[in-house]
């Protein structure tokens, strides 16, 4: 399993990379639906849509959704405070503060929404459309004046990310004796949680170091903070929704790393509260 999944990361990482580069603001655009979709597909059987006819058709209803409010957008107006992207952005803030609470109290919390599946369905959205919106606005980020930018700035989120989840992974290997979540994920401790934390620290020292962001510095700090703490939720969430479900893995696309949402649900979090905090907030 572990040779998989190094081999899938050693293909897909270089692969992401040059889509987050070379691609133009419309074809990223296009990819990262195509990936939303899939992971509408996946949020299907985490919503309890059994049917694959039925798991389709959630997917495709995605993506014409988002095609849709992409077709509302005017061209080349890369503008974060259009109501479509800002909407959505500020949407997802409340959103990840109301997860918190369902996996704080969880499993009692799940009896306001263990039976529902429209409920359940609102969440995916509330977890899909703001990831979309969120990879684009800063994708787009300061295109008209470089049109590197907002690469950068998604792979700094991206790399936060990555780093939070591989460092919490080896510190909680080495230290981790106090769980973190014990009935959402049981796997999870307070010591990894540090260890990722002081990881993404490092990466967001590094990247404000040498990386051409234009950034205060403290400005900064505050957003990789929380963008970290909300990739610890993201996981967190779906690990809660996937235990309601009976299911280990969202999917099988990936080898040795499961579905697309197993490999994005931290993003799901991190892109969107990151985006909201450093596009509006700040």
């Given amino acids: 399993m572990l040779k998989y999944r190094l081999i899938t990361a050693l293909i897909l990482i270089p692969i992401v990379i040059a889509a987050l580069f070379l691609l133009p603001p419309i074809g990223f655009a296009i990819v990262t639906l195509v990936v939303c979709m899939l992971a509408a597909w996946e949020w299907g059987q985490l919503a309890g849509f059994v049917t694959r006819s039925q798991r ?5 209803l995605c993506g014409f959704l988002l095609a849709l409010m992409m077709l509302t957008v005017p061209a080349y107006h ?61 994708r787009q980020y300061g295109y008209d004046e470089n049109h590197a930018t907002g690469a950068w700035w998604l792979l700094y989120v991206m790399l936060l990310v990555w780093g939070a989840d591989s460092g919490a992974y080896m510190f909680g290997k080495l230290f981790g004796k106090h769980k973190l979540a014990p009935k959402v994920s049981p796997g999870k401790t307070w010591e990894g949680l ?10 967001s020292w590094l990247f404000g170091r040498y990386a051409p962001l234009s950034v205060v510095p403290m400005t900064l700090l505050i957003c ?59």
């Fill in 56 to 60: 389709v058709w959630l997917a495709i």
């Fill in 194 to 203: 540090i260890g990722g934390l002081l990881t993404s620290a490092l990466i």
């Fill in 224 to 282: 990789s903070v929380v963008a970290a703490l909300a990739s610890v939720l993201g996981d967190l969430t779906e690990s809660m929704f996937k235990r309601e479900a009976g299911i280990k893995d969202s999917g099988h696309l990936i080898p040795g790393h499961g579905g697309i949402l197993d490999r994005i649900d931290s993003l799901t979090a991190a892109v969107p509260v990151f985006a909201c905090l450093m596009l509006l907030v700040y």
């Fill in 78 to 138: 890369h503008s974060v405070h259009l109501p479509q992207v800002s909407g959505s952005l500020w949407a997802s803030l409340i959103w990840w503060i109301v997860a918190l609470l369902l996996v704080l109290f969880y499993p009692a919390s799940a009896a306001l929404w263990r039976h529902s599946k429209t409920l359940r369905l609102l969440f995916g959205v509330l977890t899909i459309i703001p990831f979309f919106w969120g990879m684009v606005a800063l």
